[in-house]
Antibody, heavy 120, light 107 residues
Framework: EVQVLDSGGDLVQPGGSLRLSCTVS????????MTWVRQAPGKGLEWVST???????FYADSVKGRFTISRDNSKITLYLQMSSLRPEDTAVYYC??????????????WGQGTLVTVSS | DIQMTQSPSTLSASVGDRVTITCRAS??????LAWYQQKPGKSPNVLIY???TLESGVPSRFSGSGSGTEFTLTISSLQPDDFATYYC?????????FGQGTKLEMK
């Protein structure tokens, strides 16, 4: 059974930093791309970032240069390092395991979400 | 980026109704479209991928159709568990984009 567990959300001041983590089980993590998707309160879903199995990274324009996605295959953990946080980054952040090939991914398995609040 | 537009934004319906949600892409995406259901406080769940393929375990009352720029999600006979918000997502390009959502509420 595939399981995705995201964590690390917190209240942080504007301009601050935070690192989210995502641990998984039930599949071979090192062979799989992973993704972060976020949802602002009362709003829709927004793709944030994807990292391929080989470590290639992709970002939404809204977070490029501020967020860094990474993975530690030995710890079976995905990370999202967020810096220069803005109030508009306030959202529930979901870690998701995509399905598909060649970056044509839909998101088959999702974590429960972790809340990041950016406020003074 | 490819823009995804869903209609309607809100849909009021009754148990047993047949309902259809439409999703339009700003440019052709082939069949690279997924549909998700999300209930309040929960993660999204994929219902359909590649426009019309039913995800394992999803009831057969859900179906998807379309290609290019216009897609539909149909629920053939609405059940109480189906009242939720539905999102489409294109994955033709890696800048993945979602529709704004359709809230399906009880009439």
């Amino acid at each position: 059974e595939v399981q995705v567990l995201d964590s690390g959300g917190d209240l942080v001041q504007p301009g601050g930093s935070l690192r989210l983590s995502c641990t998984v089980s039930g599949f071979i993590f090192s062979n799989t791309a992973m993704t972060w998707v976020r949802q602002a309160p009362g709003k829709g879903l927004e793709w944030v970032s994807t990292i391929t199995a080989r470590g290639a990274t992709f970002y939404a324009d809204s977070v490029k240069g501020r967020f860094t996605i990474s993975r530690d295959n030995s710890k079976i953990t995905l990370y999202l390092q967020m810096s220069s946080l803005r109030p508009e980054d306030t959202a529930v952040y979901y870690c998701a395991k995509p399905s598909g090939q060649n970056l044509q991914y839909y998101f088959e398995f999702w974590g429960q979400g972790t809340l990041v609040t950016v406020s003074s | 980026d490819i823009q995804m537009t869903q209609s309607p934004s809100t849909l009021s319906a009754s148990v047993g109704d047949r309902v259809t949600i439409t999703c339009r892409a700003s440019q052709s995406i082939g069949s690279w479209l997924a549909w998700y259901q999300q209930k309040p406080g929960k993660s999204p769940n994929v219902l359909i991928y590649k426009a019309s393929t039913l995800e394992s375990g999803v009831p057969s009352r859900f179906s998807g159709s379309g290609s290019g720029t216009e897609f539909t999600l149909t629920i053939s006979s609405l059940q109480p568990d189906d009242f939720a918000t539905y999102y489409c997502q294109q994955y033709n390009t890696y800048v993945y984009t979602f529709g704004q959502g359709t809230k399906l509420e009880m009439k």
